[in-house]
């Protein structure tokens, strides 16, 4: 017999629980038990997507879902269906809020940049759009992070947004590479690229976007 066959199991304590996975291996370990999921909502994000005006309800459903699994909530077809109905005012809302600044200062850098090495006075707008360009892009993640978390599309949201994309800046700078680097590597390559963008093309970079903003969304109040 066995030293602890003489004890009975309350005399042995309570069972040690095994530490909750983070970092890398919560991800890698959500990509395994979540894949046919992720499988489901690429596909159902791709379908919703076709009429082309439904991509922001589209994208902010796919964004609500994919947070859920973060907090152990099943991604479910259902699910995806009930978010992309109530999400049509927010997606929009927040996609015209983000794209045309991110357009027009985008479209400024260019402009300026060819005669900033000509004139110094054209350096000044340069910078000036730079500036713009780079404080949208960190709170547009942190945007539609924040509505993903099921917050309201109003000014103390996008204030919020702004002021956690100035004060987190890498984290905010990681979500926004997680989830745009892919989608343009995909467009340069496409068709090649074409059964990433079926499978996983959308769904796994949103995951990894959300993955990096997780603990900063976390520590902020209710």
Not at 29 to 55: C, R, Y
Not at 184 to 194: G, N, R, T, Y
Request: aromatic share 14%.
């Amino acid at each position: 017999m066995f030293p602890n066959d003489y004890f009975s199991p309350e005399d042995q304590g309570p069972e040690r629980e095994e530490p909750e996975k983070t970092g890398p291996r919560r991800f890698f370990g959500l990509l395994l038990t979540e894949s046919g999921a992720l499988l489901k909502l690429n596909l159902l994000f791709l379908l919703t997507s076709i009429p082309l005006v439904t991509i922001p309800p589209a994208a902010l459903a796919l964004s609500r879902v994919v947070r859920g699994l973060l907090d152990d909530k099943p991604g479910r077809a259902y699910a995806y269906w009930a978010e992309f109905k109530r999400c049509w005012a927010p997606g929009w809302g927040a996609f015209l809020l983000t794209a045309v600044p991110l357009f027009s200062s985008g479209y400024g850098m260019i402009f300026y940049m060819s005669y900033a090495g000509t004139s110094w006075i054209a350096f000044v707008p340069f910078v000036i759009c730079t500036t713009v360009f780079l404080t949208v892009m960190q709170g547009t993640t942190y945007l539609w992070g924040l509505l993903a978390l099921g917050r309201g599309m109003s000014l103390e949201t996008v204030r919020l947004a702004l002021a956690l994309g100035l004060g987190k800046p890498l984290r905010g700078a990681l979500a926004a590479a997680a989830w745009y680097l892919p989608l343009a590597a995909a467009v340069l390559f496409f068709p090649l690229s074409m059964t990433y963008l079926l499978l996983l093309g959308f769904s796994v970079p949103c995951l990894l976007s959300h993955f990096y903003l997780r603990t900063v969304l976390r520590a902020l109040p209710d």
